[in-house]
């Protein structure tokens, strides 16, 4: 079992700056990747950023490349979302996901256990 607890959301203005924060406990946080997603009113869930086991390997989904940065500090079982130049369209719940895999991947399916989410809204 893996509990994921994500912080960090709020309200910030077209331009600004959120991190997000997800603290991990259970199984051995550092061996797997992680990834953010989030999931804007009546849209599917999409894709954000991923980050391998040892933070040797990331994928962006194309929109948010050269914005938002992921990271990890595996001695504090967390995992960071650094998001700047934010955009209206960014307005989403934010979740973030541990894989089963090491190496960070898109696949939504690929990932077992799911924080419950913070809400990030920005306005124009």
């Known amino acids: 079992q893996v509990q994921l607890v994500e912080s960090g959301g709020g309200l910030v203005q077209a331009g600004g700056s959120l991190r997000l924060s997800c603290a991990a406990s259970?199984?051995?946080?550092?061996?797997?990747?992680v990834g953010w997603f989030r999931q804007a009113p009546g849209k599917e869930r999409e894709f954000v950023a991923a980050?391998?086991?040892?933070?040797?390997?990331?994928v962006y989904a194309d929109s948010m490349k050269g914005r938002f940065t992921i990271s990890r500090d595996n001695a504090k079982n967390t995992v960071y979302l650094q998001m700047n130049s934010l955009k209206p369209e960014d307005t989403a719940v934010y979740y973030c996901?541990?894989?089963?895999?090491?190496?960070?991947?898109?696949?939504?399916?690929?990932?077992?256990?799911w924080g419950q989410g913070t809400q990030v809204t920005v306005s124009s």
């Open positions: 259970g199984r051995v946080f550092s061996s797997y990747a």
């Open positions: 996901a541990s894989s089963g895999l090491r190496i960070a991947t898109r696949n939504r399916g690929l990932y077992d256990y």
């Open positions: 980050l391998g086991w040892n933070g040797g390997n990331t």
